[in-house]
């Protein structure tokens, strides 16, 4: 229709993206993002490639392949970051459903958001792709130099990507990273008390029954509590945390709880041992039994009880 001019489109309104100045320090502002490419040439899988760039000074301080764009992969990405430079202010990103949740009415909370608030990170989502430009210059520098230098030492997995990304990233950082206007360094120190395995997990929540048992992921589990705080745990909404390393851990209130899978638990055997249906039924069909000489089937006429009086 358009081209036999029966339908005249719309022309669409082309938006002006002014240039942004960078931010003065170092972690102040830290851009994140994924990028689906073909990193091996055809000689492996098609994979996603996880990075965080800052924004003062273009310098990637971390990477991670993974398959799939996942919670998982930029979990593993920013422990990585966060264990050497420390918690930036602020993560710039896209809104993908592994960060931000885009259905429903109600705003929800992604793992990945509900980690970096425990962190005391602010995310701010970008509107277009032009907004975090940073992040996408960065990806078409790496589409050409990263697969060139994974061509020459023959990498075509992605266990030997992660192995060779921190070494190539240095060498990366080196060359195409500038200066931050201030020397100020914005990042800040992870508490100790608080392990990063423990917030960089999944985390869930269930209710804990009158004897003290849950249900996750298809397995019944037993809390240990001690004396005296038994009473507090019935009802009680806790939290389950499987960690990247697939450890798994119970929390209430900040305080880790002891626990033990329904198939570890020994209980006492029942003195009375109940008959089984074995007993009773047999190929389906109920057991003969012959009743006794004093049953009234067996009296005679004149000695039965049931005989009429009248």
């Not at 996942?70 to 050497?84: D, L």
């Not at 509900?114 to 907004?131: D, F, Q, T």
């Not at 638990?265 to 190929?283: A, F």
Request: proline share 4%; glycine share 6%; charged share 35%.
């Amino acid at each position: 229709m358009i081209e036999y001019h029966l339908w005249i489109p719309k022309q669409k309104k082309r938006k002006v993206h002014q240039r942004r100045a960078r931010r003065a320090s170092e972690g102040e502002l830290v851009q994140a993002d994924a990028s689906d490419h073909d990193w091996f040439e055809g000689r492996g899988p098609r994979c996603h490639l996880h990075i965080f760039i800052d924004d003062a000074s273009s310098k990637i301080q971390s990477g991670y392949f993974a398959l799939e764009e996942t919670t998982e992969a930029y979990f593993r990405a920013s422990q990585s970051y966060f264990e050497e430079q420390g918690r930036p202010i602020s993560l710039y990103t896209d809104k993908r459903g592994t960060i931000k949740v885009n259905h429903g009415k109600k705003e929800g909370e992604t793992q990945f958001k509900r980690a970096m608030k425990e962190l005391g990170i602010n995310i701010i989502y970008a509107h277009s792709p032009e907004a975090k430009g940073r992040v996408e210059r960065a990806f078409g520098t790496l589409q050409e130099r990263l697969v060139w230098e994974m061509r020459i030492r023959g990498i075509s997995s992605v266990e030997k990507a992660n192995e060779y990304l921190p070494e190539y990233l240095q060498q990366h950082n080196k060359r195409y990273s500038e200066l931050p206007q201030s020397s100020f360094n914005a990042h800040r120190k992870i508490d100790p008390k608080k392990p990063l395995k423990y917030i960089l997990c999944k985390k869930e929540q269930r209710t804990v029954s009158k004897n003290l048992e849950l249900q996750f992921k298809n397995e019944i589990y037993q809390l240990r509590a001690k004396e005296g705080f038994e009473v507090k745990l019935k009802g009680a909404r806790i939290n389950i945390l499987k960690t990247l390393e697939g450890e798994l851990a119970f929390e209430y209130k900040g305080l880790s709880i002891d626990y033990a899978s329904y198939g570890e638990v020994k209980y006492q055997k029942p003195k009375i041992e109940l008959k089984t249906l074995l007993d009773k039924w047999s190929d389906g069909r109920r057991q003969k039994k012959k009743p006794s000489k004093h049953h009234p089937w067996k009296q005679s006429p004149k000695n039965s009880l049931y005989q009429n009086t009248y």
